[in-house]
């Protein structure tokens, strides 16, 4: 069986996270508001970390410098073609 992709509001990720910090078994919280483990994992992760649910907050030193050579190298291209 697969899942339909879904999005969640950052207030609901926040609610979720505070669920989760203030006790809350993590397989009640998955079971209750049907969620897979893994994105209630990060959606703790992210807010620890950053406080943040963006997935450009949450990019690695080594992510922010792949996304900054990719928009150089699109940019050079552009420019070659006039």
Known sequence: ????????????????????????????IVREYDLTPSSLDKWVKNHQATGSFSHLDNLTDEGREMRQLRKETNNLRWKMTF
């Open 1 to 28: 069986m697969t899942r339909t992709r879904r999005t969640f509001t950052p207030e609901f990720k926040l609610q979720m996270v505070r669920l989760f910090e203030n006790g809350k078994p993590k397989s009640e």
